[in-house]
């Protein structure tokens, strides 16, 4: 079936670690966006990428790091400098950035520091 | 981008009309209008998306004045799994920021 899969669904991070989740579609879509979502808020973008070896700061981007090598993948990288990590992070996709698109989200990831 | 304002939260009950307004003042020509809807720790799915009047889908109506600048979501005959957040979308490029959407609980 096409989709999104996201991983791992939970992760628990030590304080100082960087951690990757990891973001899979086999919807062909050149676009692709992380978003995190803090407990009763909405989602915020982390950052987005419009084409492969192309990824644009989203309005929360410190402290975060991707890449876009490969068409299918969008990996989020949550390094030591994101002092509040604790959040659900949502990888998503669509067929183009523009809004005239459906944009499909996956499953999420828990983030956890301990 | 066009920033949108939706209620925080509404209250309904089982088998109601519910619509929620979503104000967008700035709107730009080109701009589309997306709803998506979204369950506790899942990520949020479409329900609708229109450009002017009206849209009418197995799920959902999107109401759409000449002027574009709101947009009412009306679900009809609600049912306890319809409680969810309900977020408005606005935007040609970047069309990315859902904002806090409206929270809505339906009661039996």
């Known amino acids: 079936d096409g989709g999104i899969t996201q991983s791992p669904k939970y992760l628990f991070r030590k304080e100082g670690q960087n951690v990757t989740l990891s973001c899979e579609q086999n919807?062909?879509?050149?676009?692709m966006y992380w978003y995190r979502q803090d407990p009763g808020q909405g989602l915020r973008l982390i950052y987005y990428s419009q084409i492969v070896n192309d990824f644009q700061k989203g309005d929360i981007a410190e402290g975060y790091s991707v890449s876009r090598e490969k068409k299918e993948s969008f990996p989020l990288t949550v390094t030591s400098a994101q002092k509040n990590p604790t959040a659900f992070y949502l990888c998503?996709?669509?067929?183009?950035?523009?809004?005239?698109?459906?944009?499909?989200f996956g499953e999420g990831s828990w983030l956890t520091v301990v | 981008l066009a920033k949108t304002t939706q209620p925080i939260s509404m209250d309904s009950y089982e088998g109601q009309e519910v619509n929620i307004t979503c104000s967008h003042n700035?709107?730009?020509?080109?701009?589309?209008i997306t709803w998506y809807q979204q369950f506790p720790s899942q990520g949020p799915r479409f329900i609708i998306q229109?450009?002017?009047t009206k849209v009418t889908n197995e799920v959902a109506s999107l109401f759409i004045p000449a002027d574009r600048k709101s947009s009412t979501l009306s679900l009809p005959r609600v049912s306890l799994s319809d409680t969810a957040v309900y977020y408005c979308?606005?935007?040609?490029?970047?069309?990315?920021?859902f904002g806090s959407g409206t929270r809505l609980q339906v009661q039996p």
């Open positions: 979308l606005v935007g040609e490029r970047r069309a990315l920021t």
């Open positions: 229109g450009y002017k």
């Open positions: 700035n709107i730009a020509t080109n701009d589309y």
């Open positions: 998503a996709s669509s067929i183009t950035p523009y809004s005239g698109n459906t944009i499909y």
């Open positions: 919807l062909n879509h050149d676009a």
